[in-house]
């Protein structure tokens, strides 16, 4: 049973879809609970089998209800595994896994998504983390940046894993057709040089730098997709596309991901996402960037637009521009694909299960 804020767009949730469909053809059972009544991941969570309950809580103050509807939810359902995502998904499940009792026959994890988190809005959250990390069975977390941030923030689990994000990498794959229709859609001419920065706009996302690095290079077209991006100040030679549901399209339009965070980021999904297209990286040395990126791109400094253009620039004429972004693609196949982050998952979970059979049975099938 999987317990979530709730089931927007965001990376967390993309995981969590993936893992939670992955683990349930497996054989492995999964239930996920949403805090919200926000629910775009439900339909394609049901779709693959997994039962979705969500609490519809409005506020904190609603919490407390939420405690005890979801204890009740593990009294009925008796899972194995009870696992959190991000803070309030963490501290929701630790307190109803002491209200509803059988702690004995359940595990408890973490799931940590972020690193260098902004103190105005999470500092007693993850205060309160700190306080209660000794409670789960391991907490995890998606980078390595995001662990040692925790750590350095009084978290003292009794086991810590890091289970890096997964890339579908037959979704996000070069694709000439969609990079052809998604180029004339946009009025992007074929040998057009493109760099997409793909995010909601959030003071970590840091746009700004971005539109900044832009500015400073008309000769390349960039492309905005995300939540708010629409509203943001416009720029000549950059498409602000606000939200999208075709993003594996649009990477394969484009030449060149780019990632701007200016802190919080733990693994970037849109760094490797891009990669896992064939797209060259250039981001800012945020969370696990370097990691992901490798020898394959720019890692530059954050809230640097200067240098940032450079990097963007180095990258936009490399005479092997193409074949950096194929070595790229391999990169995150060898390192960072789906089924590594999904068995690993399987493999901490399946310690729980009487004889492991979820694992067996999947070996099985290879």
Known sequence: MHVITGLGIGGAERMLLQVAGELQRRGMPQHVVGMTALDDRRAELESRGVRVTLLGLKSAGGAIGGVGHLAALIKEWRPDVLQGWMYHGNVLAALAHRLAGGRKSRALYWNLR????????????VRLGA????????????????MGHHLSRGFRPRRADVIANGIDTDLFRPDRQARARLRAELGIAPDAI????????????????????????????????G????????????????????VAALYA???VIVSTSAFGEGFSNVIAEGMSAGLVPVATDVGDARLIVGDAGHVVPPRDPEILAKAIAIEANAPDREARGGRARQRIEELFALPRAVDAYESLYAEHVVGARPLLIHAARR
Do not use: C, Q
């Not at 306080?131 to 995001?146: C, H, M, Q, T, Y």
């Not at 760099?195 to 492309?223: C, N, Q, Y």
């Open 114 to 125: 972020a690193s260098n988190m902004d103190d105005a809005r999470y500092k007693l959250l």
């Open 131 to 146: 306080l209660l990390s000794r409670w789960p069975d391991a907490v995890i977390a998606n980078s390595e940046a995001g």
């Open 194 to 225: 493109v760099a997409i920065h793909v995010a909601r706009v959030d003071p970590m996302k840091d746009h700004g730098s971005f539109l900044e690095a832009m500015r400073r290079l008309p000769w390349i077209t960039g492309i905005m997709a």
């Open 227 to 246: 939540a708010g991006t629409e509203l943001l100040p416009p720029v000549t030679n950059v498409r602000a596309l606000g939200p999208r549901a075709d």
């Open 253 to 255: 339009a484009a030449d």
